[in-house]
């Protein structure tokens, strides 16, 4: 690098100044080198040398001033220009940008201005280049502040692991009263967990900026959470009583042969003992039409026994139960024997296996189904606190507070929203957006065992964030409906799918608009959550109500949620009209859905009545979901 600035410089000398500022924009900030590793904590090492061979330089420097002036302001003019900007950042590390920098304040400006900012966030912020793709200049306004201490400390965030947050934040709440250093420790967590807010913010005020549409999710093929797992218990439900009505078709009654002297009241006899209304039973069809078949192969050879010669078709063995019994008893445990694949899983399409290592997931929360390896609107990732979440318009981001804690009260929430105000931030959040506190460490008793129920029940509970509702925040779980008036105007039914514990769904409290839906009755498969199965879900196939709408073009919706709704009811009278009522609008009705991810894909969106808005709100409704 040296001997590309001396060529750059006309062959001339190079000495760097020692005369920096004290302020934080200039100067290293010592404060955060206990989180610093090896690489980046080197940057000072290269400051006290370049300080120590500079100040030998003024010592044996001539007085002249002709020569010093020039060589620093040509420095400066070269590292102005876009195009060398570009070139150098491309062959050098942090590490020598950021020694760069402690030239002169004239070198630290050429490098940290309007021009040549978003050239330095591009090299070294995740995934900055892609929100520059989809910024639109006409409405874009830069109103978010980052300075260069901004971008050191959001640098250090980048390399601190997450674990050492909670271990602060334990050690001071294991302690009555905190020490100083831990005191001052936690003031840097506190300035590194808003220094990443602050990126991920200014990521978003980007790539929310664009006209264009995100690619829909209901575009991609359906998404499939491998529901043919084998092992899995197979819970399998009769079709409703009102199904045995006149929805099922009956047979043509067969006329019996009219031999001389045949009795065809009799006949007729045989053929009535067997119910219409009634389904036969596979046993019973296959007897009949070998016995058809061997009667037209006899011809009238074969007399009745009744004398007359009268030719009769002999009646079905008797049943045993009923045929809804029969075929509910015969299936119920098919999961639990069944070794090879089913007619129904040889005709599910083959699994999409991911094309490289790099396609998304969701660490330990489990892979997202949305993503693939093709272009999506969400960007790979691998944990929900990946930068690259941040640049995408169908997943809610998360921003960091610190504030040790082991309950989030109406204290602690207030001091999280504190936090973002004194750093200003509270401003650019928009309704939706996800507060992570990285101080919170839920306590466990110690008279509580760590695999009884009520730990595990604990353990969910601790599953908690903070949703910006747009005036404050609120405590959120993931697996309860997000706290908000119009859950429809969010970008994305997806939009906190990335913060969903494996093979769960999300749920809304919806208002569906008025739509004229087309009902079908379906036998449905579906994966439910078990905590009584040994593989956490069970497979659940029953018959269920659909209605199908278009909202493709509905103006109050979210652009992720345009397309076809196909709304599932119970498979009964009831379960019917509460889709109605559903359909109706207004606060009557107002509902609690689940997004079906494993149903949805292909142009549609899948959405599971769950309960109506008083039922939701019952702690005995609340314990079974």
Not at 10 to 25: A, E, K, Q, R, W
Not at 215 to 229: C, H, T, V
């Amino acid at each position: 690098m040296a001997a590309a600035v001396h060529g750059a410089l006309g062959g001339h000398s190079f000495h760097p100044t020692p005369s920096l500022t004290n302020s934080f924009d200039s100067a290293p900030d010592s404060e955060y080198l206990v989180f610093l590793p090896n690489s980046v904590s080197g940057v000072h090492n290269h400051k006290k040398a370049f300080q120590s061979i500079a100040s030998a330089k003024i010592r044996s420097r001539p007085n002249s001033v002709l020569f010093h002036v020039p060589s620093q302001a040509t420095l400066a003019m070269v590292l102005a220009q876009r195009g060398v900007l570009a070139r150098l950042l491309d062959v050098i590390t942090w590490d020598e940008f950021y020694t760069l920098t402690l030239v002169s304040q004239g070198v630290r400006w050429s490098l940290w201005n309007t021009a040549s900012k978003e050239i330095v966030l591009s090299r070294f912020v995740p995934s900055f280049h892609l929100a520059l793709r989809w910024r639109d200049y006409r409405l874009w306004q830069d109103n978010i502040p980052m300075s260069f201490g901004d971008l050191e400390r959001s640098i250090v965030s980048f390399e601190t692991p997450l674990h050492q947050y909670p271990m602060h934040a334990l050690s001071v709440l294991s302690t009555e009263v905190p020490t100083p250093e831990q005191d001052v420790m936690t003031q840097r967590c506190q300035k590194l967990a808003l220094a990443h807010s602050r990126i991920v913010l200014l990521l978003q005020s980007m790539v929310h900026s664009s006209l264009l549409p995100p690619r829909s999710e209901l575009d991609e093929p359906g998404w499939k959470l491998n529901i043919a797992q084998p092992g899995l218990r197979e819970l399998t439900f009769p079709a409703p009583l009102s199904y045995f009505g006149p929805q099922v078709t009956e047979r043509p009654k067969l006329e019996p042969r009219r031999n001389s002297g045949g009795s065809p009241a009799k006949a007729k006899l045989v053929h009535h003992q067997k119910s219409p209304s009634m389904p036969s039973s596979p046993v019973t069809d296959d007897h009949r039409r070998l016995t058809n078949r061997r009667n037209l192969a006899q011809g009238g050879k074969r007399l009745s026994v009744f004398g007359n010669g009268g030719s009769r078709v002999p009646p079905p063995p008797p049943l045993q139960q009923p045929p809804s019994l029969q075929y509910y008893s015969g299936t119920w445990r098919r999961g639990l024997t069944r070794s090879s694949a089913s007619d129904e899983d040889i005709l599910q399409p083959p699994k999409r296996r991911f094309l490289s290592v790099n396609a998304s997931s969701d660490s330990s929360l489990g892979s997202d189904p949305t993503q693939s390896s093709g272009a999506t609107s969400t960007p790979p990732s691998t944990s929900p606190h990946d930068l690259h979440m941040a640049t995408s318009r169908t997943r809610a981001p998360i921003v960091r507070v610190f504030v040790p804690c082991s309950v989030l009260c109406d204290e602690t929430i207030a001091l999280c929203e504190e936090q973002l105000i004194d750093e200003g931030l509270w401003e650019h959040l928009s309704v939706g957006d996800i507060v992570c506190n990285f101080g919170y460490v839920p306590s466990l008793n110690d008279d509580e065992d760590e695999g009884s129920p009520v730990s595990m029940h604990r353990s969910e509970e601790h599953r908690r964030w903070l949703i910006f509702t747009g005036d404050r925040l609120v405590v959120f779980d993931p697996m309860d409906p997000p706290p908000l008036q119009d859950a429809l105007s969010l970008p994305s039914p997806f939009y906190y799918s990335h913060i969903l514990p494996p093979f769960s769904n999300t749920k809304f409290r919806l208002t569906l608009p008025p739509f004229k839906p087309h009902f079908t009755l379906s036998h449905q498969t579906s994966t439910i959550y078990s905590p009584h199965s040994a593989a956490g879900q069970v497979r659940v196939k029953k018959y269920v109500w659909l209605a199908t709408v278009d909202a493709s073009n509905h103006p109050t919706t979210g652009d992720g949620w345009r397309g076809m709704w196909v709304l599932q009811g119970e498979g009964t009278k009831e379960g019917k009209q509460a889709l109605i009522d559903s359909l109706k609008g207004g606060v009557q009705g107002e509902r609690l859905w689940e997004i079906v991810r494993e149903k949805s894909g292909g142009g549609k969106l899948w959405l599971r009545l769950v309960a109506s808005l008083s039922q939701s709100h019952s702690p005995h409704f609340r314990s079974l979901l």
